[in-house]
């Protein structure tokens, strides 16, 4: 799929994901094109799905969450119907930023925004330790943030 774009595109992407809000003529000035032409770019590329989706990411300190936790999970089994109510239900988290389904010794990793550890305490009371098919979980809370980035390597 990444062979559809061409060293354009790729500046194009590499541009867009650090200043979403920039404006079609100054991100054609950046990449050389005409504004016309960079326009029909862009267009191609949220079409063909290059671009999933414009957001405005939060600074999680001024809004109150500054405590990073993970979450690993490990279930009771790994029948479908049993994977599927886990999904299902983590889904409806609010405090759930991220979950993926692992390889490895945990069956789930879930990533957390939370306060503080009375938050987070609250999170798990309310929510994580009612999940269905939970047979294990372990919390991690991140110390310091080392690398943090939402821009992929175009």
Do not use: W
């Not at 939060?58 to 049993?82: C, F, S």
């Not at 925004?113 to 798990?124: L, N």
């Amino acid at each position: 799929m990444t062979a559809d774009l061409d060293a354009t595109d790729r500046r194009i992407l590499g541009v867009l994901q650090k200043e979403g809000r920039i404006t079609n003529a100054d991100l054609s000035e950046r990449v050389n094109l005409s504004p016309s032409a960079c326009h029909r770019r862009v267009q191609r590329l949220e079409e063909d799905g290059f671009i999933a989706a414009y957001v405005a990411l939060l600074d999680t300190r001024k809004m109150g969450r500054p405590t990073t936790v993970y979450v690993e999970i490990t279930l009771q089994g790994q029948a479908d119907d049993l994977l599927d109510a886990f999904e299902q239900a983590v889904a409806k988290v609010p405090d759930i930023l991220e979950c993926h389904l692992m390889a490895g010794t945990a069956d789930y990793l879930i990533k957390i925004m939370a306060e503080d550890t009375e938050d987070f305490a609250r999170i798990h009371r309310q929510f994580l330790s009612r999940l269905p098919g939970v047979r294990q979980m372990q919390s991690s809370f991140a110390l310091r943030t080392v690398v943090k980035t939402t821009a992929l390597a175009v």
